[in-house]
């Protein structure tokens, strides 16, 4: 069964652009989580969904906006791009969305903002 | 913010037991502890998670003190592919369904030849 995949794997921007992230859950997979990770911060959640609808919401700002489609694929996107923002973002899914599910994370994408 | 404490660094030597210790002391009655470790370059990997009984998987024994306050990630035969860093995670039972995990900066476990 193939893991999470995550495209791309590196991407370069400059400020003030936009960008699209995808995730494609494992098969069969229901629920994506998207976190961030900078050396400073560590990982930090930023927002779940499931059955294309948001569960959670991390503590980013408004520019940080993501969605998922009925296929359970998952896209976020990040405004209006500062250097604060290059990071590694990490997709991460589970089978049901029930409690106490083990994630099942992807090897990231690296962005870097300059 | 994290609610645990783990040191920044352990050295192991491959082949011995490699024994993470995480401290949790606000944990509350329906927390789990879960241990996540993140080897260079990749995402995550869920090891092990428990409430307050021993648990024992393939990868990992989880050992969690009576008083829940802490708790020891035990790796019975550590090897160079063990390297990693290990995350302790508490995280609470009901969470409206959501999976929100809050990580702290973990545990640089480096096992040695």
């Known amino acids: 069964k193939a893991g999470v995949t995550q495209t791309p794997r590196y991407l370069i921007k400059t400020r003030g652009q936009q960008v699209t992230l995808s995730c494609s859950p494992i098969?069969?997979?229901?629920?994506v989580s998207w976190y961030q990770q900078t050396p400073g911060q560590g990982l930090q959640f930023l927002f779940e969904?499931?059955?294309?609808?948001?569960?959670n919401k991390g503590n980013f700002p408004g520019r940080f906006s993501g969605r998922q489609f009925s296929n359970s694929r998952s896209e976020m996107n990040v405004s209006t791009l500062e250097l604060g923002d290059s990071a590694l973002y990490l997709c991460?899914?589970?089978?049901?969305?029930?409690?106490?599910?083990?994630?099942?994370f992807g090897s990231g994408t690296q962005l870097s903002v300059l | 913010d994290a609610k645990t404490t783990q040191p920044p660094s352990m050295d192991c030597a491959e082949g011995r037991a490699a024994n993470l210790p995480c401290n949790h002391s606000?944990?509350?009655?329906?927390?789990?502890v879960y241990w996540y470790r993140q080897i260079h370059s990749q995402g995550p990997q869920y090891i092990i998670h428990?409430?307050?009984n021993n648990e024992t998987n393939e990868m990992a024994s989880l050992i969690i003190t009576e008083d829940r306050k802490s708790s020891t990630l035990i790796l019975p035969h550590a090897t160079l592919r063990d390297t990693a860093v290990y995350y302790c995670?508490?995280?609470?039972?009901?969470?409206?369904?959501?999976?929100?995990?809050?990580f702290g900066k973990g545990t640089k476990l480096t096992v040695n030849p």
């Open positions: 991460a899914s589970r089978p049901t969305g029930a409690t106490n599910e083990k994630l099942f």
């Open positions: 098969s069969g997979h229901r629920s």
């Open positions: 969904y499931f059955s294309e609808t948001q569960r």
């Open positions: 606000t944990i509350s009655g329906n927390e789990y």
């Open positions: 428990g409430l307050k």
């Open positions: 995670i508490v995280r609470p039972f009901f969470q409206g369904g959501s999976e929100k995990l809050v």
